[in-house]
């Protein structure tokens, strides 16, 4: 079993940057690929970005390729997801979610997820 909790969300102009955190419980986090989903109002889910257990692999949606980098710390039982040069059109409720399968861009591919945390994009 594994808790997540997303943390850093908020309010930025079109340009800038924020970082995102998702700690989660349990001694296992290293064992597990992390990814990065979002959801805006009236739109599915989509994936936004997924890194392996050991953090050496990472892997983007284009539309953020470039833009976002994901990365973990298993010391600290976190995963962030750095966010530059953001546009309005990333504004969404960010999720973190774990699996013990491989990076997949599919959200039924995870088995546990947090409660998200809300990102808006001014222009």
């Known amino acids: 079993q594994v808790q997540l909790v997303e943390s850093g969300g908020g309010l930025v102009q079109a340009g800038g940057s924020l970082r995102l955190s998702c700690a989660a419980s349990?001694?296992?986090?290293?064992?597990?690929?992390m990814g990065w989903f979002r959801q805006a109002p009236g739109k599915e889910r989509e994936f936004v970005a997924g890194?392996?257990?050991?953090?050496?692999?990472?892997y983007y949606a284009d539309s953020v390729k470039g833009r976002f980098t994901i990365s973990r710390d298993n010391a600290k039982n976190t995963v962030y997801l750095q966010m530059n040069s953001v546009k309005p059109e990333d504004t969404a409720v960010y999720y973190c979610?774990?699996?013990?399968?491989?990076?997949?861009?599919?959200?039924?591919?995870?088995?546990?997820w947090g409660k998200g945390t809300q990102v808006t994009v001014s222009s």
């Open positions: 979610a774990a699996t013990m399968g491989m990076i997949a861009t599919t959200g039924y591919e995870y088995d546990y």
């Open positions: 890194i392996s257990w050991s953090g050496g692999s990472g």
């Open positions: 349990g001694r296992t986090f290293s064992s597990y690929v």
